[in-house]
């Protein structure tokens, strides 16, 4: 079946415009995650939805991120005034609830590259 | 901070050598430790994972190996082929009460595997 989407693939704006990046997580699939990847580094955790509860978004760098999920479906991450520090890679990955003892493997899409210039 | 860390940050081993990827963490209370391999220009995909109470894992032709008393945790890959050739993550997740795990994951920083035929 399908796996994680996001889009754009490629996005080049300029320092202080606002983006938006869209992820389309696997049908079904409960909670959604976004990261940040830096060149070179791992992955930053941003924010985390899990079906109906308040969204965990205590990896958030700034107020000029901010994310919405609609239901269970698609997320947007916006970054509002963007900064040349805001280049990187924008992974999101979604999960089954499997419930109690389990962890839920997280797929990933293939992630928004963004360049600030 | 709390972290997780690799020892090597690149690895090269000839086709058909076993390869030996370490990982460092500091968050004792971490319940599941989760190894994410990256190919370039896609997201990290899920290899295996072993929770706090087990300190070996088997996969095919993948183990993960933990050592809480030092806090280290390694993965093997058998026999290694070019198409492992890769950035291996490590990462954590922080389990709640009831025994479900969390969906925030910590990262490190990766270690860029390079098999040579």
């Known amino acids: 079946g399908a796996g994680v989407s996001q889009s754009p693939s490629n996005k080049v704006t300029e320092k202080g415009k606002d983006v938006e990046l869209r992820c389309d997580p696997i049908s079904g699939h409960t909670a959604l995650y976004w990261y940040r990847q830096r060149l070179g580094q791992g992955l930053e955790f941003l924010i985390y939805f899990q079906g109906n509860s308040a969204p965990d978004k205590s990896g958030l760098p700034s107020d000029r991120f901010s994310a919405e999920r609609t239901g269970e479906s698609v997320s947007t991450l916006t970054i509002q005034r963007t900064q040349q520090e805001d280049s990187a890679v924008y992974l999101c990955?979604?999960?089954?609830?499997?419930?109690?003892?389990?962890?839920?493997?997280?797929?990933f899409g293939p992630g928004t590259r963004l360049t600030v210039l | 901070g709390e972290s997780v860390g690799l020892h090597l940050p690149t690895l090269s081993v000839q086709e058909g050598d076993n390869s030996i990827i370490n990982c460092a963490y500091s968050?004792?209370?971490?319940?599941?430790f989760i190894w994410y391999k990256q190919e370039s220009g896609k997201g990290p995909q899920f290899i295996i994972d072993i929770r706090s109470n087990m300190d070996k894992r088997q996969g095919q032709r993948v183990t993960v190996l933990l050592n809480k008393t030092v806090k280290h945790l390694s993965l093997q890959i058998a026999a290694t082929q070019p198409g492992d050739s890769a950035v291996y993550f490590c990462?954590?997740?922080?389990?709640?009460?009831?025994?479900?795990?969390?969906?925030?994951?910590?990262f490190g920083q990766g270690t860029i595997l390079t098999v040579h035929p």
């Open positions: 968050n004792s209370a971490s319940d599941y």
């Open positions: 990955a979604s999960s089954l609830d499997r419930g109690l003892k389990h962890y839920n493997e997280q797929f």
């Open positions: 990462a954590e997740n922080k389990g709640v009460a009831g025994g479900t795990s969390y969906g925030k994951l910590t």
